[in-house]
């Protein structure tokens, strides 16, 4: 080696000049750690409950005589829709006149099958005897397929749950003929969906810990974190695992031990419990029976050029709903969806419970009754306040930019369907608080109510020093909400028990006042909830039991005397095998 | 340069005559702009490499002008423009933790290459040493190749739950099939003239197969590896729809649902570009390990 050859650092310099250059590019690289690997947002940030009640308020104004009737909404729904831009961008052909309607496996489209008389296009078909044209049934299972057919004008309508809708609203809203205009309710998940846990889990609030594994973006989603919600658990508090279908999660249930708990579809979750040990129901929709509503969107474009065409489809629905009430017609249209679907007719016919398709009268008090506590607002509310709340969406749309009543108002004007009546109204028979007891409840939501001291009224007035009622003022202004977020949750549970426990607070306690008083007291206030929400939402008051607790049962078995944690109300949800 | 000439002088030559008269020459070829196998300097690689690729770009834009989207060829809700792809870029970075999920795909990928090659090198060698071993494991290689292995996700997740494990095996499985028929044909293909020489030189069996078929091979299978470390990224969107979370699949299937559609054009764009990189990076390493491929 020559001395020209050593010119340069030694190897040794070599080694720490590289590990210096190192040291300040991973220096540099934590430093700015944020900004060349940030962590996201949305992964698990706590929800906040309270919000849930103030915005299930936000539409109405408090309501201090707490009685309303049945309202009806008095806009017209062209005045809200977005209006529709540019040159429509469907495929039609204006001799044949096929509608194109994808629709999924699921037995709730029974109706329109039948009313078609099978999945093609047919001049048999209700639809074409009655308004002149035909419709062209296609299975397509998968939603994004079907969501990417109805954007690119292969098909007019978007099949999917109403919680779809509000996922696939703001995307498909970017285009103003492609934002999707809902005119009509199929049906309500009835027993349908449900959440089945292995045998250690005996109500939602169990659930805190465990690890639940759902299809994203699917009504699962929406049931599992809706339950959370409301029984005053945090999602964050559950470690949740997603797939991308029902049948995959009901498979990853059963396959992995580790899974606490899945939601997914029936047969599923009818026959996990049956085929693997210590797996039980927890809850389905048959209890939940208004909370998954099927729905139908039409391509904004579509339905402003073909006004009869969606009248029609509204119209021949209903129709065939009453048809398949022939027993032999209803088997033929068992048929008809077996050959669509490549299935048995029997399979078919196993589906029937799953869904309560819901006729003219119904679609009346989902669309058009302001009051009813499980309507079309409520719901799109709700499904979008708990994806909001799990950063699921960003900025949601309004229900009044999707939600159109103007066809159903016009059959009532017409008075086609004015014979149907709600079919899905639960009557409850008299029960006790101690019989309902005997079963666990599905969740237990804690409200509370801030009372006047020794006032049973929900809506006392604030009082000023000497007393006297203020008038036009609450003592607790957010009651309406709170009353608002127990009619939601009582409204999805349609078919459900609902107890009513008051509790107060032990201050008084060994100072004179009579246990009896007390107990009377908490009683009081339960019943003054149960008035409240049976007046202002019609509920049938058989629904509710309620009970006065006294100051037997502290809020918190650790911190008994938390007096304000203690003045409460409890909501439990029992199973309607209760009845 | 003096190509080009010769061949104007030549021409030049030919003119005169009657037509037909230079059939009978013997001269070079009339230079053409489209040439079977010519050298192309650098930056004609580069230009025509790019004018496709902007072609297609141009084409994106044209079909996804507009003012509003009512006025565009094809609307956003299907296909979004590049610019709004562009510009949706930091809400991915940022809001979506895009080297995060990078991360993820790319430590499964890696993962399960790794898990593919531990099976399918020893398995490819030794089935092109040994003929009995080719003959056993060859039907089910073939058998292999034709699976539609997306069939087989359920499968795998009733076997191996639905966690880290599953994906890393299903990828796996899909080295494997792609990995070991192109490491049997790069032991197949060494000449036997080598052998030959080997055991002239008194070789026996392993020592032919470690100091002769190996070493000949090890140029061709580092090729099949190099080829087949992509073949991941077509799969990755399958494995990452069980237990959706972390990962570029995840993120696919998420915009799929609730948008933003443009995401789902980034992540494209983005594995494309990743498996560029890396395909590079193979290839670096291929001229360090082999320089006497050099050219080939």
Known sequence: MTAEQRIGPTPLGKLVLVL???????GAAYYFRDVVMPSGKGAAK??????????QGKFEAPDAKGIT????????PAEKLPPVKGVSAYKWDPVAKVVQFPINVWIGWLPIVAANHGFS???ESIFFKEYGFKVNLKLIDDPVVARDAFAAGESHILWGTLDMMVLFAPELMRDSRTAPRIFQQIDWSSGGDGVVVRGNIHSVKDLKGKTIVYAQNSPSQYFINNLLLNAGIQPSQVNHKYTATAFEAAAAFVSDKRIDACVSWAPDIYNIPEKVAGTRILTTTAEANKLIADVWAARADFAKDHPQVIK????GIFKGMEQLKDPSFRAKAFQWMAEGYGMQADEVKAMEADAHSTNFAENKEFFLNANNPANFERTWKNITFVYRELGLIATPVRFDEVMDFSVLQQLDREGVFAHQRDEYRT????????????????LTQTIRINFYPNSANIFEPQHDELGNPIPNTLYDPSVAATLEKVARLAGQYERAVIAVVGHTDSSMKGRGVREQDVKALSLDRANAVKKALVSKYKFDPNKFIVEGKGWDVPADPDDPLNHALNRRVEIAVYPPEAR | MNETTSSAANEGAVQPGVPGAGQGVKQPPRRTWLEIRESLPAWQWWVLGALPILGLLALWSLATAGGTP????ISPTILPSPWEVLVSFPELWFDRALTRNLLVSFGRVATGFAVAVCIAFPVGVLMGSFTKIKAAFTPLSVFGAYLPIPALVPLTLSLFGTGEGQKVVFLALAFIIYLLPLTVAAVDSVDDVYLKTAYTLGARRWQAVRKVLLPVAWADIFQALRLGFGVGWSYILLVEMVDIGRGLGGIIIVSQRRGPREHIYLVLLLIVAVAFLTDKAWAALGRRLFPYREGK
């Open chain 1, 121 to 123: 296009p047919s001049t």
């Open chain 1, 20 to 26: 210096f250059v190192l040291a300040l590019v991973g």
């Open chain 1, 427 to 442: 009557t409850f028979a008299p029960i006790s608080y101690a019989k309902v007891q005997a079963e666990a409840p599905i």
């Open chain 1, 46 to 55: 706590p929800v906040d409950i309270d919000a849930f009640k103030a915005q």
């Open chain 1, 69 to 76: 009737t049945v309202s009806e909404y008095t806009y017209v």
């Open chain 1, 312 to 315: 029609g489809l509204v119209a």
């Open chain 2, 70 to 73: 009512e006025e565009r060829w």
